[in-house]
């Protein structure tokens, strides 16, 4: 893969290894292959002319150049993703209007197909800051589920609010039954995949987080805060589980066909 700008886009995987609920995630095995290069390979799959493994850990740094991943090393001290991101983009000295996708460490089931249309759906807005994307949610547990992100969006797709709460909330419908979805009503949960232009990134960690995004632990709404457009596409495919507990390794292992 050619690391230069192109015509395409660039893949940043940031990959920590002091992970709360899972240290030393990024290195678990599931059919024999840490769980980041799961992630890496899906990454190779997409149109992406660069794919970037952003780690401040030499154990993981040394395991992905064992399988041939382009590697950078970042601050320790990092509060998020996005920052890690935004520090291998300055480091690198990637134009303003590169774009870039974060693709999370923890997703080994991310489909190709998702990264190329986010991407894609960012290049075709040229006045857009950030894309991510979204699916429609069949499932009123899902809807109510606080780990379930749910996003609201205006006729043209572009994202007024994201959220922990069933958004947006029936008024009439849900005092009735909340066992089942409103009719005639789309509910979309957000699937955690940004394509931004570097220079956006660079922007946005600059700022402090917004009061709303304090609030409901996500970083998004701190764009949203500042005043930087979202466009959600809707997701041409459904992703796969990612890895936050122990328990989601079995449920990973079972979807891409493997024996952890």
Not at 243 to 258: C, E, M, Q, R
């Amino acid at each position: 893969m050619s690391d230069q700008p192109a015509d395409g886009f660039r893949i940043v995987i940031p990959a920590r290894y002091g992970s709360t609920r899972l240290p030393g995630k990024p290195l678990i095995e599931i059919g024999g292959k840490p769980l980041i290069q799961h992630v890496w390979e899906r990454c190779r799959r997409s149109a992406a002319t660069t794919v970037c493994i952003a780690t401040d850990d030499a154990r993981i740094a040394k395991a992905c150049r064992g399988f041939g991943a382009d590697v950078a090393m970042t601050r320790a001290d990092h509060p998020s993703g996005s920052d890690r991101v935004a520090e291998v983009i300055a480091a690198r000295g990637w134009a303003n209007s590169d774009i870039i996708v974060n693709v999370q460490g923890d997703e080994p089931c991310m489909a190709a197909a998702l990264i190329d249309q986010v991407a894609a759906d960012l290049a075709s807005r040229g006045d857009c800051a950030i894309a991510t994307l979204a699916y429609p949610i069949d499932d009123a547990r899902m809807l109510f589920d606080p780990h379930v992100v749910k996003v609201v969006t205006d006729k043209s797709g572009f994202a007024l609010y994201f959220s922990r709460a069933p958004v947006p909330w029936h008024r009439d419908e849900l005092a009735r039954d909340r066992e089942r979805l409103p009719i005639g009503m789309t509910f979309l949960r957000h699937i955690g995949l940004y394509a931004y232009r570097a220079g956006t990134l660079a922007r946005f960690v600059t700022w402090p987080p917004a009061p709303l995004e304090r609030a409901e632990a996500l970083e998004q709404l701190r764009a949203l805060w500042h005043g930087e457009p979202i466009h959600v596409g809707i997701a041409v495919d459904l992703p796969g589980p990612g890895v936050d507990t122990a328990d989601d390794i079995g449920k990973v292992s079972a979807y891409l066909g493997l024996s952890d």
